[in-house]
Nanobody, 124 residues
Framework: QVQLVESGGGLVQAGGSLRLSCAASGRTFSSYVMGWFRQVPGKERESVAAISRSGSRTYYADSVKGRFTISRDNAKKTVYLQMNSLKPEDTAVYYC?????????????????WGQGTQVTVSS
């Protein structure tokens, strides 16, 4: 399995921006579909975005389309989530995840490796 470490969370005002990073260990980062998920207490962990192995294909949840951008740098073994126009409802713990399954996973069951999470808090 790949080891994942997120960074970049914090407190930001509504309308502001944050960029999350997820650094991976191991030699086969480019073989993983990567995803970002988020979770608030008492709710299910939900998918936010995903990116294919080459970076040519992306997926976004409807709630973040047009505001968030997922990208990856396979040479640096890092995936990013640029979050713009943040809203209070974006407040959550954000998790990075990796999928080595066939196809392009966009939901939680398709991912096997998870980071520890980073808190994002958006104040109104």
């Amino acid at each position: 399995q790949v080891q994942l470490v997120e960074s970049g969370g914090g407190l930001v005002q509504a309308g502001g921006s944050l960029r999350l990073s997820c650094a991976a260990s191991g030699r086969t980062f480019s073989s993983y579909v990567m995803g970002w998920f988020r979770q608030v207490p008492g709710k299910e962990r939900e998918s936010v975005a995903a990116i294919s192995r080459s970076g040519s294909r992306t997926y976004y949840a409807d709630s973040v389309k047009g505001r968030f951008t997922i990208s990856r740098d396979n040479a640096k073994k890092t995936v990013y989530l640029q979050m713009n126009s943040l809203k209070p409802e974006d407040t959550a713990v954000y998790y990075c995840a990796a999928s080595d399954r066939v196809g392009f996973a966009t939901t939680r069951p398709g991912y096997d490796s998870w980071g520890q999470g980073t808190q994002v808090t958006v104040s109104s």
